[in-house]
């Protein structure tokens, strides 16, 4: 059973930067797209950024292109994510997502994503 972690998150002023961790277990994930998915107070879950399995491939939405940044270690089974100039409606709890392993490719719907952390609180403040 795959299994996602966050950390990194916290409380931040805006401007600021944060980068979140994702460390996966269970199963090798490097066939596997992942990404990047937050949820403000009393709002859906949206989408943020995702990553191809390789790495080669990224996407972002477009409230954060520009000052988000998703990388990944396969060799860490781990995922990365970049905030620089945070700005106060960057706060949310975010989630970090993998889809199953041979699904590769990006995407930004969050129903094709199997696995998920228990996500990690990001505030900023103004």
């Known amino acids: 059973q795959v299994q996602l972690v966050e950390s990194g998150g916290g409380l931040v002023q805006a401007g600021g930067s944060l980068r979140l961790v994702c460390a996966a277990s269970?199963?090798?994930?490097?066939?596997?797209?992942m990404g990047w998915f937050r949820q403000a107070p009393g709002k859906d879950r949206v989408f943020v950024a995702a990553?191809?399995?390789?790495?080669?491939?990224?996407s972002y939405a477009n409230a954060v292109k520009g000052r988000f940044t998703i990388s990944r270690d396969n060799a860490k089974n781990t995922e990365y994510l970049q905030m620089n100039n945070l700005k106060a409606e960057d706060t949310a709890v975010y989630y970090c997502?993998?889809?199953?392993?041979?699904?590769?490719?990006?995407?930004?719907?969050?129903?094709?994503?199997?696995?998920w952390g228990q996500g990690t609180q990001v505030t900023v403040s103004s």
């Open positions: 269970g199963s090798t994930l490097s066939s596997a797209a």
């Open positions: 997502a993998a889809r199953r392993p041979n699904l590769p490719i990006v995407t930004g719907a969050a129903t094709t994503y199997a696995y």
């Open positions: 990553i191809s399995g390789s790495g080669g491939s990224t």
